[in-house]
């Protein structure tokens, strides 16, 4: 979409670039989200599961951003980043009961 824009829109060169190095953020830190998020389930550990929670808080505030402070927003970037902050809440109730869950689990 950030072709569409900076072909189409009158995008100024230093916000297209703002807003692309913070995509480029925002995918490592989903990256990162995501591989602790699948460790801590996996082996059911709660630091791992946490690393992942606490990872999900700038995640949520770069989709908030996505969602209403850059420079253009289309109505599909819109969409699309309202079901992912409603997916994040979910993510992290979810994740508070597992957390919650995995401490009080005895491992043998």
Do not use: H
Not at 17 to 23: E, K, R, T
Not at 61 to 77: D, G, K, M, N, P
């Amino acid at each position: 979409m950030f072709i569409y824009k900076g072909i189409l829109l009158p995008y100024p060169s230093d916000n297209l670039v703002l807003d692309v190095v913070l995509l480029v953020l925002f995918l490592c830190l989903e990256t990162l989200r995501i591989f602790y998020g699948w460790k801590g389930n996996l082996c059911e550990r709660s630091l791992a599961s946490g690393a992942s929670l606490f990872i999900l808080l700038p995640c949520a505030a770069l989709a908030v951003y996505y969602l209403l402070l850059q420079t253009f927003v289309l109505r599909l970037e819109f969409l699309l980043s309202a079901v992912l902050l409603c997916f994040y809440g979910l993510e992290f109730l979810l994740g508070l009961l597992a957390v919650s869950a995995f401490s009080r689990s005895k491992v043998y």
